[in-house]
């Protein structure tokens, strides 16, 4: 059963790890206004999550943040039982190793309220398997976000084998009611969706580099000059409806479909031996210009919040517009 509380009404959250993603959840929730309580074994996990929020909370706030956001209301708790203690849910982000995870839920199991949903970022590991031999394992559900969660607004939901789905109901309408955007995973499949999505491009990008066809940065720039751009504001297959124009998708399919077949059996499989890692090692040197991992990374968050708060606001005004066309040119001139 998924807990009593409308999922809208939840305002405080549990979190078991604060490493990359845990501090990075935090930093969301609490600028959505929530209590945070978390548990991380490290001797330093503490200062590391309250630093990490101190350097991203001004990115919240250009973002907008909701009302009661205050960076401090974290706790942090070396027993993990003590950290979901009356929390209806609890976000688990600790290392990617079944063993580590299992145990960590059977050390927290005590202080879990009974309806509290556990949901698992895990990027690889199936909820099956997380939630074999736990006290209530209809509540285990998979919440895999996109590095980072406090800017990126995905999430993949999915139950395991055993898991209630009225509970998956319920985690979806609670990451959708506080500013994330969730979607359904109706089975479990390895690395989920969005990854294997990203996969699938990346294998293709990786035999155009290691045929010579183009370079690294050059197919980095085929992306994010080109399609990439669409795909900030709708899929893959929304984007060929729109190919198809008027005829939209059925038109597509009847005029593109056939060469799309000849295309994908000409695809490239890839394999990551020393010499393709090494090509795609240099070239990746060659387009960061002796920019650092850390330097680009600060200037890709400083792009994804201006692009998200051009999506968000564009968004909003388009749907002002649809409620009351006549005021149309004025909404979306400003
Ligand atoms: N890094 C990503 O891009 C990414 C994206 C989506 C999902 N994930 C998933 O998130 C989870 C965490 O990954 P990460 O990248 O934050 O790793 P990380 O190594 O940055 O953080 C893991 C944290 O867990 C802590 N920890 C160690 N043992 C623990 C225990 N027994 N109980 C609680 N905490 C413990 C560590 O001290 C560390 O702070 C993994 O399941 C991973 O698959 C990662």
Same mark, same amino acid.
């Given at each position: 059963?998924? *807990?009593?509380?409308?999922?809208?009404?939840?305002?405080?959250?549990?979190?078991?790890?604060?490493?990359?993603?845990?501090?990075? =959840?935090?930093?969301?929730?609490?600028?959505?206004?929530?209590?945070? /309580?978390?548990?991380?074994?490290?001797?330093?996990?503490?200062?590391?999550?309250?630093?990490?929020?101190?350097?991203? &909370?001004?990115?919240?706030?250009?973002?907008?943040?909701?009302?009661?956001?205050?960076?401090?209301?974290?706790?942090? @708790?070396?027993?993990?039982?003590?950290?979901?203690?009356?929390? *209806?849910?609890?976000? !688990?982000?600790?290392?990617?190793?079944?063993?580590?995870?299992?145990?960590?839920?059977?050390?927290? !199991?005590?202080?879990?309220?009974?309806?509290?949903?556990?949901? /698992?970022?895990? /990027?690889?590991?199936?909820?099956?398997?997380?939630?074999?031999?736990?006290?209530?394992?209809?509540?285990?559900?998979?919440?895999?976000?996109?590095?980072?969660?406090?800017?990126?607004?995905?999430?993949?939901?999915?139950?395991?084998?055993?898991?209630?789905?009225?509970?998956?109901? =319920?985690?979806?309408?609670?990451?959708?009611?506080?500013?994330?955007?969730?979607?359904?995973?109706?089975?479990?499949?390895?690395?989920?969706?969005?990854?294997?999505?990203?996969?699938?491009? =990346?294998?293709?990008?990786?035999?155009?580099?290691?045929?010579?066809?183009?370079?690294?940065?050059?197919?980095?720039?085929?992306?994010?000059?080109?399609?990439?751009?669409? =795909?900030?504001?709708?899929?893959?297959?929304?984007?060929?409806?729109?190919?198809?124009?008027?005829?939209?998708?059925? @038109?597509?399919?009847?005029?593109?479909?056939?060469?799309?077949?000849? &295309? &994908?059996?000409?695809?490239?499989?890839?394999?990551?031996?020393?010499?393709?890692?090494?090509?795609?090692?240099?070239?990746?040197?060659?387009?960061?210009?002796?920019? /650092?991992?850390?330097?680009?990374?600060?200037?890709?968050?400083?792009?994804?919040?201006?692009?998200?708060?051009?999506?968000?606001?564009?968004?909003?005004?388009?749907?002002?517009?649809?409620?009351?066309?006549?005021?149309?040119?004025?909404?979306?001139?400003?």
């Amino acid at each position: 059963m998924p *807990p009593a509380i409308e999922p809208e009404a939840v305002d405080r959250i549990a979190l078991l790890g604060a490493g990359t993603i845990g501090a990075s =959840w935090a930093a969301h929730f609490l600028a959505r206004g929530f209590a945070v /309580s978390a548990h991380d074994p490290a001797p330093d996990g503490e200062r590391r999550m309250r630093d990490y929020i101190a350097r991203v &909370w001004p990115m919240l706030e250009q973002l907008g943040l909701r009302p009661g956001a205050d960076p401090d209301r974290v706790s942090f @708790h070396a027993d993990p039982a003590a950290a979901v203690r009356d929390a *209806p849910f609890v976000q !688990e982000n600790a290392p990617e190793r079944l063993e580590v995870k299992r145990e960590l839920f059977a050390a927290a !199991e005590p202080g879990l309220a009974p309806e509290a949903v556990v949901a /698992s970022s895990s /990027s690889g590991l199936l909820v099956s398997d997380i939630q074999e031999g736990r006290a209530g394992p209809e509540r285990y559900v998979l919440g895999h976000p996109f590095n980072p969660p406090h800017l990126i607004p995905l999430v993949e939901v999915v139950g395991g084998r055993r898991t209630d789905p009225a509970v998956v109901d =319920w985690t979806v309408a609670f990451y959708n009611a506080h500013g994330k955007r969730a979607i359904r995973i109706n089975k479990e499949v390895l690395a989920h969706v969005a990854n294997r999505l990203q996969a699938a491009m =990346w294998r293709e990008a990786v035999h155009l580099v290691n045929e010579g066809v183009a370079s690294v940065e050059d197919v980095d720039v085929a992306i994010a000059y080109g399609p990439g751009l669409r =795909w900030a504001i709708m899929g893959p297959h929304l984007t060929f409806h729109l190919a198809g124009g008027e005829g939209g998708m059925r @038109h597509y399919l009847e005029h593109l479909g056939p060469s799309k077949q000849v &295309w &994908w059996a000409d695809l490239g499989q890839p394999e990551l031996t020393p010499e393709v890692n090494a090509k795609l090692i240099a070239g990746v040197d060659a387009e960061a210009r002796g920019r /650092s991992p850390r330097e680009l990374a600060a200037e890709r968050d400083a792009l994804l919040v201006a692009l998200m708060r051009t999506l968000h606001n564009t968004r909003e005004a388009l749907a002002r517009a649809d409620e009351h066309p006549h005021e149309h040119g004025r909404e979306l001139d400003r």
